[in-house]
T-cell receptor, first 112, second 114 residues
């Protein structure tokens, strides 16, 4: 079992729709969860982080965390073609050494 | 505010040569992390450093790879005797405090070994 799992996609949604990206993790002691956006050929850009169970909203983005189910998701409302990218889920595990464990990423395509 | 800086952005080395990758963290950040992204693969942690200390090098290959973060100057990731399998994007990230909370990535160095 991979430590952090994401569906590789591609996930295709029409412009203006809600895109839902999902991530599961295996380390039950994980404390911090991050979503990064990576455009092709570019570096990861931090877009959301969440530490507590529940929802966290920032503009068009909502991160959702359910520690009991070891599940974290990212919702993108009113999707735009510029949101087309690979979205990486990252987990700061219980080892507390600082390293982030990344999923393989989900490719999102927003079609005009 | 300058972000994380890495240089060079692109590096071409022949097999057997040495590669030196540099990273300057964001202003006010004292924690540096190196990650590698192989083609069609995810980001993999390599090493976590603070000034003059290696905190976690569990992701570093046992041979040919080393990292440092001196008291003055940038962090350096050094790859000796490069092989084609070392071709990848190497990213540096920094955070303001211990524990890796909210790491911000630099633009990366794309290493090509010919």
């Amino acid at each position: 079992q991979k430590e952090v799992e994401q569906n590789s996609g591609p996930l295709s949604v029409p412009e203006g729709a809600i895109a839902s990206l999902n991530c599961t993790y295996s380390d039950r002691g994980s404390q911090s969860f991050f979503w990064y956006r990576q455009y092709s050929g570019k570096s990861p850009e931090l877009i959301m982080f969440i530490y507590s169970n529940g929802d966290k909203e920032d503009g068009r983005f909502t991160a959702q965390l359910n520690k009991a189910s070891q599940y974290v998701s990212l919702l993108i409302r009113d999707s735009q073609p510029s949101d087309s990218a690979t979205y990486l889920c990252a987990v700061h595990g219980s080892s507390n050494t600082g390293k982030l464990i990344f999923g393989q990423g989900t490719t999102l395509q927003v079609k005009p | 505010n300058a972000g994380v800086m890495q240089n060079p952005r692109h590096l071409v080395r022949r097999r057997g040569q040495e590669a030196r990758l540099r990273c300057s963290p964001m202003k006010g950040h004292s924690h540096v992390y190196w990650y590698r992204q192989l083609p069609e693969e995810g980001l993999k942690f390599m090493v976590y450093l603070q000034k003059e200390n290696i905190i976690d090098e569990s992701g570093m290959p046992k041979e040919r790879f080393s990292a440092e973060f001196p008291k003055e100057g940038p962090s350096i990731l050094r790859i000796q005797q490069v092989v084609r399998g070392d071709s990848a994007a190497y990213f540096c990230a920094s955070s303001p405090q211990e524990g890796g909370v909210e790491q911000y990535f630099g633009p990366g160095t794309r290493l090509t070994v010919t």
